[in-house]
Structures are given as structure tokens and as C-alpha cells.
């Protein structure tokens, strides 16, 4: 796991030697830049299974939104089926 800080988040990447839309990582989650402490915790501790803990913005791969996007009315949501 590694991070690589973006203009407004950071991304918690699991990497791959394949590669596809996000780049050359299998899958990445973005964190606020006010979460970094929770972003570098996430990139030491987790063992890369499901979804990271932590207030996640948006996945990668797939643009689902986590437990800390702030979301707007009228947002997609994967998650509500």
C-alpha cells in the first residue's frame, strides 16, 4: 500500500502490476486532505480486504462514495439498493 497525495486528497492505493483506469494501482480510495493522519494509518495497518476503515471519500475504481464524502442531493448513490 502507498499514498500519493492529489490537489484535494490524498489516495490510498493497493498496487498492481496491471493497469486500467486509475492508473497503475488495483484499486485506490481517496481520503480528504484534513484525513491524512487516517490515510497513512490506513496505508500502514490495512491488510487490503473489502474497503479501508476510516472516513474514505470516494473509491477509485468504481466512484463509490464512502463514510466521509459529503454528498449532495441528487448524487449518485451505488449504494442504496
Do not use: Q
Request: proline content about 7%.
Amino acid at each position: 500500500m502507498h499514498l500519493i497525495p492529489l490537489m484535494f486528497t490524498v489516495r490510498v492505493c493497493v498496487a498492481s502490476a496491471s493497469e486500467n483506469r486509475s492508473g497503475c494501482f488495483a484499486d485506490g480510495w481517496c481520503y480528504a486532505k484534513e484525513r491524512l493522519a487516517d490515510a497513512v494509518h490506513v496505508a500502514l495497518f490495512w491488510d487490503g480486504k473489502g474497503d479501508p476503515p476510516g472516513p474514505w471519500i470516494r473509491n477509485v475504481l468504481t466512484g463509490r462514495y464512502g463514510p466521509g464524502a459529503n454528498r449532495r442531493p441528487g448524487d449518485d448513490d451505488e449504494d442504496a439498493a
